[in-house]
């Protein structure tokens, strides 16, 4: 019976021990957190405007008639390629000779009709000085001939502008290009000022995008963009900044900005949907944490650092940053390992399992 209670206190504490023993352990397994983890590198880190827009012509025409006519015939249709000096269309001419033939049938029977008064006037000014005529029939003859010699220039004005109209008679290309817009047909009855083609040449594009006016400042001409195209969109193009008009829409709070491409481009055309990122700053060697990494307390920036194995609350300084990425001016090194997704749960010295460490790669490709 002594033995027996010699005994029982010593299996009490063992129980007790191993009891305690489970427990921290149990407890120490509920602190190990899975994470997925970056390192941070140092990389470059490239700030640039977002802008949507479309492709414009560089060099674009605007054809209309300078004179009222029928279109006799249509040199180009829509589509096809032409060179400074085609003829787009030509007017019916018949109508206009009718009227140069009316004009100078007109203009030569006015000048018969001035040299009628010009005798008459001569001859009534001879009778008025050898008293067989009165003053006021010499003024009667005066009148006639100043009359007839306005309305002269009258008919000649008229001959000159239906000789000029048959200049007229042809809409040509001013410029080597496609032919965008065709709005006339033969037959067709069109009016002065008509606009009836449109010409653009096709070796030299724009694009027009809009910038918040918040990015504005950011911007200056001869900045380089990269382009893309919903139309084709497996590729990125090259551009720059050529002209930022100084003027923001007061609806949309946007100021258009225009950028030229750097090289040709196969399948463009006026129109087309367009994204650009306009690069306005470049840092060399900035240490780069990503966003998804950082998190804010009391209005300061944390991330969760790996440090032997366990999670560390570090305190960051933030710099320039990107779509993506914050640079990392204060509180991480090169080679440190960052947990990315951080969750509230987090505390300090928990044991962090490594699900996955990420290789981090450039802005530009991440952006773009």
Known sequence: MQTLQKILPKYTIALGVIFIATVIFLMM?????RVNTVAVKEMELVQAVYATGYVDADIMADLRTEISGTVGKVGFLEGERVKKGDKILEFDDRQLQ??????EAALS???????????KLRRSRNLYRMGAVSRQ????AENTFVQADRLLQQRRLQHESSLDALTKLFVEAPIDGVLALQNARAGDFLSSATLVATVIDTSSYVLNVEIDELDVPKLKVGQLATIALDALSDDRFHARVERIVPQTDKVTKTSRVYLTLQEPVRGIQVGMTATANIIYSTIEGALLVPKTAVFEEERRQYVWKIDDGLLKKQLITPGASDLIYFEVTNGLSGGDLVVLNPEERFRDGMEAELADTQERSLPGDAGS
């Open 29 to 33: 397994r509920g602190n190990v957190v």
């Open 98 to 103: 009718l009227l140069v033939q009316e004009a």
């Open 109 to 119: 029977e006015q000048q018969a009709a001035v040299n009628d008064a010009m005798l």
């Open 137 to 140: 029939q010499l003024d009667d």
